[in-house]
């Protein structure tokens, strides 16, 4: 039972994406076939500047279904199940989860969220619990296993594990589906664990692909305000009542 | 904290469901405009019988994309949140869950497993471990009020509550994902407590729109064979490679 | 071959929706089971106005996703391929479309663009034309026929028949993808005709569930400014960079 | 007004296809974190004969959510438009299709159905006919310009443009979407041109990755029944009601 860090790792994206997505764009507008275009686009006939350009003007009036033919899949580790239930709401990705019913979690991690950590009287009374909890878990998986019960007893006795455990997830999904994760989770509204995740993931996103994400984030940052009432405005962007 | 039972309660459906069926598969075959038949669908002139029996000849044969027009809202109390997080992974439904965040947790419920509650030393075990929980809960909650996170205090002490804790939720599937959830979850592979909201869930389904779902269940059900290899199959069925 | 108008039926939608939508956010974060409140939605004890003034100050916030769980099913007649082909990218909604494989079009219908019905001599032209597409159709067919072609000769002779021949469709959307679905096709830039169907579903939307559509339309209508470039507005919003 | 032929060009695919796929399947069952072992699976320490062994396995099982962390786009030219009508039906994928509103189409091609190819007499009626679709085409387009409608000339012009007017798309979907679209569309029952489309695509896919399409194909092909009715089998497969 120990504490465990959030990690993001990317595994995977569409090559040449940012000419993936210029091809997909004109193709809606050009005579020809972009397959006749493609070799250009790669050799740099076609420089990326002008591609980049075409595709964040696109993007930005609105038109954001082509951006979908671009993915990224990453696998995460250290997040917690509270998190990781969060984050598999969004139903436009793919997602492969490590199972609690087939991997022993005898040596549990955990995730302590930094409000707790930084109280030290609060992070001591989490910390003890998370013993009781690996206590708890062997305890239940013992008398399982002697009550001939050993095939199932991880699914059974996986009950008693907490909110707080760690998981290790490999989701995919296209830069419209990001575009949006990024629009709600990295809004100051989204819970700390989610927002960090997907702050780790843009940070690699705009790394890899900035004529999309760029100008990706909260959707304060996209609409030039704060859609949220004044009750859960984070104050960074005037609501959309106090625009002119 | 205290024992909560699964509870599952259709709140709405697609009204004239079969005829809406009968209906759209029609469409695709037929030269004229339904709209035109729709009151004969409805007095009875086309009698259900008749429209029952097309529709499942028709979904029989594969062509299931028409039975998506129906769609049915339940509301369920008495899933743990390892069963939600399960629940939620089915991608072409909608869910309104009940936050751990917003709802504070000082009355959890939970939900006890059947193989536990069946061997009094484990459910001894996991009822005190409840207790457990509760006061961390109640501890963690009280540390951050009084540190001035009163506004957090849930979200943060959340991180204790096992997934045995209770959820509530309010899902509205289609029939073909209702069908194809079916496939899965009433499977003897899938988990008791998922396969028990999924049984619930059938009877009432049958019972709503019997040309649908009188043949629904996991997938051996429809398949003839079960689809799963030889460490997995549960016998009730040949496995593929036993066919002639 | 004659001119075909619109036509836009509600078939079905789901029962006592803003009940529904009431209950599926309040579960959001509500102690209690919305199940054993649910009598008191629909009886009155709870009035339709506080439940639509809650719905519509969340939907306004940009919290959507709970509208999904209603959903409007229509049937349409009196729409071209062209815009039907326009229509089911749309992919978050379900379609059974007429088949042009399976139904003989020896009498096919056709769609009358405005602008060429306002100018006589682009009508006239247009009318010839259609006559032109009949005579091939049907000497097609009757060739396939005399070939021993038959039973494949509607989808073979259909290679002729124009965007503008007329289609009908059942088609079922929730509420999130319809208000989507209005936000691109009650735009100003959308092709005139899917702009008309949109109209037309827009006033039976609005006219049934108020709460959620009195407020739906272009994105204009929800942004506060016109997301297009300055080459495509239609100037009844200000431009984004032209907002203070 | 020419005939145009099918030609289909993969534009790109997920890189590391297998090993992403073998993570992902292994991320689900195995303690450790798939990112620690992604270095071994590219550099062979773990054999790709093995990771195609576990993916095949899984995949046959049934268990097909994995599959779908790999995509491929294709740029397509040489469909009609009847054929991208049916193909853009598939809503578990994106799309990027030429715009017959923003392409003036006064060299418009045009697919001939093989069957027609096949007899000299409809031949000759179908070219005749595309001639004609040319002019009308010409002359709408003349007339509009000519009464001041000349940047929606071509929007209102495609009307009269034929279901076989050719067409060019830009698409992408993942593997467990593309295994689906195989069942249903390399079916001798589907149309001739999306089938062509469909092995097209299939030869790809199987050369690029044949751990999951090696045994992809029409759904009989993995049923090993045919799940037609009597009337539309084409008889290379047993009946279900005639299997032992």
Redesign the interface.
């Known amino acids: 039972m120990a504490e465990k860090k959030l ?1 993001v ?1 990317l ?6 994406a940012l000419e ?1 997505l210029y ?3 004109r ?5 020809g ?3 006749d275009m ?1 070799p250009r686009l790669l050799n740099g006939e076609i420089p990326p500047e002008k591609q980049a350009g075409l595709v964040s ?1 696109v993007l ?3 038109h954001d ?2 951006v ?2 671009v ?1 990224f ?1 990453f ?1 995460v ?1 250290g997040i ?3 998190c ?2 969060q984050l ?2 969004h ?2 990705a ?11 979690e005898s040596d549990m991690e ?2 302590l ?1 930094p ?2 950590a930084r ?1 030290p ?2 992070r001591e ?2 910390e003890a ?1 998370m013993q ?2 690996g206590s ?1 878990y062997a ?2 998986r013992d ?2 296993v002697a ?1 001939g ?1 050993a095939s ?1 007893a991880n ?2 006795a ?8 760690e998981t ?3 989701l ?1 999904m ?1 830069c419209r589906a990001l575009r949006h994760f990024f629009h709600l989770r990295c809004c100051a509204r989204a ?1 700390w664990e989610i927002r960090a995740l997907a702050d780790a993931m843009l940070v690699i996103c705009r790394e890899k692909l900035p004529a999309i994400f760029a100008t990706a984030g909260a ?1 304060c940052v996209e ?2 305000y704060c ?3 004044e009750r ?1 405005t984070c104050g960074k962007y005037p609501l ?1 009542k106090d ?2």
Chains 1, 2, 3, 4 share one sequence.
Not at 11 to 16: A, F, Y
Not at 27 to 31: K, N, S
Not at 94 to 102: D, I, N
Not at 158 to 165: E, S
């Open positions: 990690r790792e595994l995977s994206m569409t090559p040449n993936l091809a997909a764009f193709q809606c507008y050009h005579a076939f972009v397959a493609w003007r930005e009036s609105g279904s082509p979908e033919h993915s899949s696998a580790e917690s199940r509270a990781s239930h598999v709401r139903r436009l793919s997602y492969s989860q490590q199972s609690q019913r087939y991997v022993t955990y995730i969220p409000a707790i109280i009287e609060a009374r989490f619990f009781e909890v708890a305890d239940l008398i399982l009550h019960r199932k699914e059974d996986r009950f008693v594990l907490p909110q707080a455990a290790k997830i490999v995919t296209n819970q959707r609409l030039g859609p949220e009432s859960f959309r625009m002119a």
